[in-house]
C-alpha cells in the first residue's frame, strides 16, 4: 500500500475511533507486522512483553488489534518495541518508510508553536487544551512528556499545533 496510503488509513480512522460513530475504523495492518517482525527475532509474545517490561496482555493487544498502536500505547513504548522487534517505527506502523524522509519535528517545536498559537491568537492554555482534546499545561512545560501519549494524542495535539504528527513521530523514531 506504501507510507502515504496507510498514513491515510490512519487519518481516517482515528476521528472515527474517537468518535461514537457505529462504523469500525479501518487501521493498517499493524497487528500482523508486530506478529511478523516478532516472529522474525524469534522471540515468543511472553519475552517481548517481558524485555518491554510489560504484562504479557499489553503486548498480545498490539498482535490481535490493528488499533492498539496507534490509541493506547505509548509514542515511547512504541520506540521501544521497534528497537526490541529490530524493525524501524514507521515500518512497523506504515508498512514502510516515507519517501523522502519526513523533516523531523522536535516535541520542543511542537510546544513552541502551540505557545506562539496561544499567543498568536489570545487563547488560555486552557482553551487550546479544549480544541485538542488533551490537557496540554504539562506538555507546555515538559515537551518531552508528549512521548508518553499514544499517538491518537500526539496528533490531536499537533493538529491545534499546525505541526504534521507524523514528523513529531519520526522525531521519536529517530531516537
Do not use: N
Amino acid at each position: 500500500m506504501g507510507f502515504a496510503a496507510e498514513r491515510e488509513l490512519v487519518e481516517r480512522a482515528l476521528p472515527i475511533s474517537e468518535s461514537a460513530d457505529a462504523r469500525d475504523p479501518v487501521f493498517p495492518p499493524v497487528a500482523r507486522r508486530f506478529l511478523q517482525a516478532r516472529e522474525a527475532v524469534g522471540l515468543t509474545r511472553e519475552e517481548v512483553a517481558a524485555r518491554w517490561g510489560q504484562p504479557p496482555s499489553m503486548y498480545w493487544d498490539l498482535e490481535f488489534h490493528d488499533d492498539e498502536a496507534f490509541t493506547v500505547i505509548a509514542v515511547s513504548d512504541l520506540v521501544i518495541l521497534a528497537a526490541i522487534l529490530r524493525t524501524p517505527l514507521m515500518r512497523l506502523l506504515f508498512g514502510e518508510e516515507p519517501s523522502p524522509p519526513l523533516a523531523a519535528v522536535p516535541y520542543s517545536d511542537v510546544a513552541r508553536r502551540l505557545r506562539a498559537r496561544m499567543e498568536d491568537e489570545a487563547i488560555a492554555a486552557d482553551d487550546l487544551s479544549e480544541m485538542a482534546g488533551w490537557e496540554l499545561a504539562e506538555y507546555l512545560d515538559t515537551p518531552e512528556k508528549l512521548a508518553e501519549l499514544p499517538i491518537c494524542g500526539l496528533r490531536s495535539i499537533c493538529h491545534v499545533a499546525g505541526v504534521d504528527w507524523a514528523a513529531a513521530l519520526a522525531t521519536a523514531a529517530r531516537g
